[in-house]
C-alpha cells in the first residue's frame, strides 16, 4: 500500500539510534542505516526523505528517553543526592556499551565542520531543556541557600562540565575519573 510503512518503526529507530550513536551523524550512511535496521534504503528514504530527516526523528525519540530518565535522577529529596544522581546518570549512559558509546548530542555537535541548522536547533533544545530541568531542581526551596552559585549559573556550569565529561570519557576511558570529576563539582556547588 502507498503511504503504509512496511517496517516497524519503532524497532527501525531503535536500530539507528544505536547506529547514530556509534557512528555520529556524519559517520552514517543512508546504505548503513538500511543494513542496521533491516529496512531497505528506499523504503527509508519514502519514509524519512533523508538522513537528517530520520536523524530528527531518532534524535526526538533519543531527546524523550533521555530527558524522563535525567528528571527521575534529579527526583531525590535532597539537593546532593540529586547531583549525584545526576551525574551517575549521565555518566552510565556515556559509559554503557563495548566500545563505550558517549553522549549522541555531543558527538552530533562536534561530529562536523558546520551543522546543518535543523539538527543544530535539536541539540541546542535538548541541552536548553536539560538546563531548565537542573534550573528547576537547583531552585527548589531551601537548596538556593546552599548553592555557591545563583541557581542560572550553576545549571549552565552542570551542563557544560557534562559535555567536558564526553570528551574526558574519551580521552581516558575511566569512569572513577568521571565521577570524582562530578564530586568536586557537586563540592565546589555544596560548599560545607
Known amino acids: 500500500m502507498v503511504g503504509v510503512r512496511q517496517f516497524d518503526e519503532g524497532e527501525a529507530l531503535d536500530k539507528a539510534l544505536t547506529l547514530f550513536w556509534q557512528k555520529g551523524y556524519s559517520g552514517t550512511t543512508m546504505q548503513d542505516l538500511a543494513e542496521a535496521t ?6 527509508l528514504y519514502n519514509a524519512y526523505r533523508d538522513k537528517e530527516t530520520l536523524f530528527l526523528r531518532v534524535f526526538g525519540v533519543y531527546r524523550e528517553r533521555y530527558l524522563g530518565q535525567m528528571r527521575e535522577a534529579l527526583n531525590r ?11 551517575g546518570f549521565v555518566i552510565t549512559s556515556m559509559t554503557t556499551g563495548v566500545p563505550t558509546r558517549g553522549c549522541l548530542s555531543t558527538k552530533t555537535a562536534v561530529g562536523v565542520e558546520a551543522l546543518e541548522e535543523p539538527i543544530r536547533a535539536a541539540v541546542r533544545d535538548l541541552l536548553e531543556e536539560i538546563e531548565a530541568a537542573l534550573y528547576e531542581r537547583l531552585s527548589r526551596p ?40 562530578a564530586e568536586s563539582l557537586i563540592g565546589l556547588l555544596l560548599p560545607s
Open 38 to 43: 533491516g529496512v531497505q534504503r528506499g523504503s
Open 142 to 181: 531551601g537548596d538556593v541557600n546552599r548553592l555557591a552559585l545563583p541557581p542560572r549559573q550553576a545549571a549552565r556550569l552542570i551542563v557544560t562540565m557534562t559535555r567536558g565529561l564526553v570528551v574526558i570519557e574519551r580521552v581516558y576511558g575511566d569512569e572513577k575519573r568521571l565521577r570524582s570529576m
Open 77 to 87: 529529596p535532597t539537593l546532593q543526592g540529586s547531583l549525584r544522581s545526576f551525574f
